[in-house]
């Protein structure tokens, strides 16, 4: 998944061996990247884009499961969330084919766009199998699938008789039972680059899971434009609201990691109507029409999971 995890529990019971346990989790994460990474060659993601069409591919429940949530998200964000991606995200200089220094040629943009599509991908329970309907579709799970390793740890820590814990891949956070010392465990929230180092809101959590998704997380320059990793599905191209970062609180890991790279593609204020709608726990934070001060905006079930740190009514 290209990033790093790191993960702190506590037990009441003594665990006979520690070690165990983080070869444990790092075995995990591997078969999970052996699944669902769209970098590794021979993944069942891998070998599902290179595929022919119209026959049924074979993959772990693993992967159906996380395409099945995918297919979830997209279809309650109207398409916004789109894991059929692949190609462009690739062609855009943010896949396995290489980063970019330049935006691709239009013809090149037009191209991968034209291979998305979610309807052109059934999925299958039993037995788990992958279908696309066109040639050169292809997936890229990239905005859900560390959500969903964060999960399947907490599942394994859960094995191990872990009462607390808190995972984490790659800014993706869930959190079960109290800290160590206890209360629940608290998570500073990632701010935008610019932000002052420690404004970022530091959020109590227990039972739950964040995820935090930004346009500043992986980008390039050129001729003094930004172009972000995060791909709108409508346009083709990288977004260029001003929307930097989205966090989302929710009962998975897998659920958050997923709206909030789908905030992340609608700008702040779909976001904001998305969040309303959906009933979704969201945290926007963008800069101001002179671009010059950072604003925050919460959704009505974040402010009921923190009251504490809600707006005061009449504040706006
Ligand atoms: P995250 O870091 O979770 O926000 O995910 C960002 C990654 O999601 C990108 O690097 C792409 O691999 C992928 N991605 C980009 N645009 C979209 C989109 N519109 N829908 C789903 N995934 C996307
Ligand atoms: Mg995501």
């Known amino acids: 998944m290209g990033t790093s995890w790191s993960v702190i529990a506590h037990s009441p019971r003594e665990i006979v061996d520690p070690k165990a346990v983080s070869e444990s989790i790092a075995g995990l994460l591997a078969t999970l990247d052996g699944r669902l ?47 059929t991606l692949g190609p462009l995200v690739d062609t855009w200089g943010f896949g396995p084919g290489g980063a970019r220094a330049a935006p691709p040629p239009d013809r090149e943009i037009s191209g991968a766009g034209s291979l998305a599509g979610m309807t052109r991908l059934q999925v299958r329970d039993n037995p788990p199998a992958l279908m696309k309907s066109i040639r050169g579709l292809g997936l890229d799970l990239g905005g859900i699938a560390k959500g969903y390793a964060v999960d399947q740890v907490a599942e394994l820590l859960q094995g191990w008789g872990f009462t607390g814990y808190l995972v984490e891949i790659g800014g993706e956070v869930r959190a079960r039972g109290e800290r160590p010392g206890g209360g ?109 001060r950072w604003e925050t905006w919460s959704s009505p079930a974040w402010n009921a999971l923190l009251p504490e740190q809600a707006p005061t009514p009449g504040s706006g």
């Open 184 to 292: 629940p465990w608290r998570v500073a929230l990632e701010t935008p680059p610019g932000t002052a180092a420690g404004t970022g809101p530091v959020i109590p959590l227990q039972g739950l899971a964040v995820a935090t998704s930004g346009t500043y997380r992986n980008f390039f320059e050129a001729d003094g434009r930004r172009y972000s990793h995060i791909i709108d599905p409508w346009h083709k191209f990288p977004v260029t609201h001003t929307l930097s970062a989205a966090s989302v609180i929710a009962d998975t890991a897998m659920l958050a990691d997923a709206w909030a790279t789908t905030m992340m593609v609608r700008g702040p204020e779909h976001a904001r109507d998305l969040a309303i709608e959906q009933g979704l726990a969201v945290l926007l934070q963008y800069q101001d029409a002179s671009g010059t």
């Open 37 to 83: 990474s769209n970098w590794i060659d021979d993944s069942e993601v891998s070998r599902f884009n290179r595929a022919t069409p119209s026959t049924w591919v074979p993959v772990s429940a693993d992967t159906v499961a996380v395409v099945q949530a995918a297919m979830d998200v997209s279809a309650r964000s109207g398409g916004a969330f789109d894991v």
